[in-house]
């Protein structure tokens, strides 16, 4: 199967089928194995849950998220659970996703009260603390940081996600379709993270010309201007490295602002934490990731040109302050690449 990076990266999928292949090569490039190991949600559990979305929402699954069910469902070979801190085949509470999902829809709190009223649902809950807000079912919970994400009917894209955050209802801007990609794509940089030779980030290393493949991680503070709501002087800076370095923004990169948005879509003090920026170089294979977490961000570039690499980590830590230790360098010995891997695309 041969890999072109600039048209996974760069290239929206053109139907379901081929988002789903796109997923499918990005975690197969260094662990093919990795596909064998997914497995889909039960048939009857899936007919079930579109059952109860149909009866209390009056729509159907969205395509994308029924088709993750289909295909990884009850095993996803931690792709997306890993990143939402829920091991599928751990849950005590349900059987895999589509039951789980059902499970939060259907959740009842029974005995639960809120200001003397007798709360029944999560949704009701959702209702009391944030009034008059949107319509929109649960697909996944996370109890301790109460943050629910899931889909609403009357979202103009099928697979729009909604986020409550402490219960206040929040739009991320994003996709589960571009969400289960960066999840995939991040799994891509920890393996070369991961596995890759550990370099030393100092002059003589990036004069030595192209090095097959290399992952360099760091975390940098970042300057107070920059944690303003909605992050517009960071959004500009990114705006001048894209004209500066011919980066292109990747299909599944999320929006310049960082930030959550309100039911009036103003940016909100929240942060996704899903954020990200992610940008691409045609020529060079490179990809850059900054995601922000106030008042730091955390910058993966993962390329196969040591000087490219070297000058935009530059132009970052020029407008940053380096956090101590926080480097992680490493690359790629050829015999470690699959030889069917194709970094340049020109």
Same mark, same amino acid.
């Given at each position: 199967?041969?890999?072109?990076?600039?048209?996974?990266?760069?290239?929206?999928?053109?139907?379901?089928?081929?988002?789903?292949?796109?997923?499918?090569?990005?975690?197969?490039?260094?662990?093919?194995?990795?596909?064998?190991?997914?497995?889909?949600?039960?048939?009857?559990?899936?007919?079930?849950?579109?059952?109860?979305?149909?009866?209390?929402?009056?729509?159907?699954?969205?395509?994308?998220?029924?088709?993750?069910?289909?295909?990884?469902?009850?095993?996803?070979?931690?792709?997306?659970?890993?990143?939402?801190?829920?091991?599928?085949?751990?849950?005590?509470?349900?059987?895999?996703?589509?039951?789980?999902?059902?499970?939060?829809?259907?959740?009842?709190?029974?005995?639960?009260?809120?200001?003397?009223?007798?709360?029944?649902?999560?949704?009701?809950?959702?209702?009391?603390?944030?009034?008059?807000?949107?319509?929109?079912?649960?697909?996944?919970?996370?109890?301790?940081?109460?943050?629910?994400?899931?889909?609403?009917?009357?979202?103009?894209?099928?697979?729009?996600?909604?986020?409550?955050?402490?219960?206040?209802?929040?739009?991320?801007?994003?996709?589960?379709?571009?969400?289960?990609?960066?999840?995939?794509?991040?799994?891509?940089?920890?393996?070369?993270?991961?596995?890759?030779?550990?370099?030393?980030?100092?002059?003589?290393?990036?004069?030595?010309?192209?090095?097959?493949?290399?992952?360099?991680?760091?975390?940098?503070?970042?300057?107070?201007?920059?944690?303003?709501?909605?992050?517009?002087?960071?959004?500009?800076?990114?705006?001048?490295?894209?004209?500066?370095?011919?980066?292109?923004?990747?299909?599944?990169?999320?929006?310049?602002?960082?930030?959550?948005?309100?039911?009036?879509?103003?940016?909100? @003090?929240?942060?996704? =934490?899903?954020?990200?920026? $992610?940008? &691409?170089?045609? *020529?060079?294979? !490179? %990809?850059?990731? /900054? @995601?922000?977490?106030? =008042?730091?961000?955390?910058? $993966?570039? &993962?390329?196969? *040109?040591?000087? !490219? %690499?070297?000058? /935009?980590?530059?132009?970052?830590?020029?407008?940053?302050?380096?956090?101590?230790?926080?480097?992680?360098?490493?690359?790629?010995?050829?015999?470690?690449?699959?030889?069917?891997?194709?970094?340049?695309?020109?």
């Amino acid at each position: 199967m041969k890999c072109d990076l600039r048209t996974l990266f760069t290239c929206p999928p053109g139907s379901i089928v081929e988002w789903f292949r796109k997923v499918e090569q990005c975690i197969s490039i260094f662990e093919p194995e990795r596909i064998q190991n997914l497995r889909p949600a039960p048939a009857e559990d899936i007919q079930a849950l579109e059952q109860l979305v149909k009866e209390k929402y009056g729509c159907s699954l969205p395509p994308s998220y029924k088709l993750y069910l289909q295909k990884m469902g009850e095993a996803d070979s931690n792709i997306l659970s890993r990143r939402m801190g829920c091991d599928l085949k751990d849950c005590q509470s349900f059987r895999n996703m589509a039951d789980g999902t059902k499970y939060w829809i259907d959740f009842t709190f029974r005995t639960f009260t809120f200001r003397g009223e007798i709360i029944e649902t999560i949704e009701e809950v959702v209702a009391h603390r944030t009034p008059g807000h949107p319509p929109f079912w649960i697909f996944f919970y996370e109890a301790l940081a109460e943050l629910t994400y899931g889909f609403s009917p009357a979202a103009d894209g099928p697979d729009e996600l909604m986020m409550t955050v402490g219960w206040r209802f929040c739009y991320p801007h994003d996709t589960f379709s571009k969400l289960l990609f960066f999840c995939a794509y991040c799994d891509l940089r920890r393996w070369v993270l991961t596995n890759g030779r550990a370099m030393e980030y100092k002059a003589d290393t990036f004069s030595a010309g192209p090095s097959c493949l290399h992952a360099l991680l760091f975390h940098a503070d970042c300057p107070p201007e920059w944690t303003v709501i909605g992050q517009a002087p960071l959004a500009a800076f990114l705006r001048e490295l894209e004209e500066k370095y011919s980066l292109e923004p990747c299909w599944f990169s999320g929006r310049k602002e960082f930030c959550l948005y309100d039911m009036e879509n103003r940016p909100t @003090e929240e942060l996704y =934490p899903f954020n990200r920026y $992610v940008a &691409f170089h045609a *020529d060079f294979g !490179l %990809t850059i990731c /900054i @995601e922000y977490y106030e =008042p730091e961000i955390q910058v $993966v570039i &993962f390329s196969e *040109d040591l000087s !490219l %690499t070297k000058q /935009i980590s530059d132009a970052i830590l020029e407008q940053t302050r380096l956090e101590e230790d926080s480097i992680n360098f490493r690359q790629l010995d050829w015999e470690q690449v699959p030889g069917w891997l194709t970094f340049d695309s020109r």
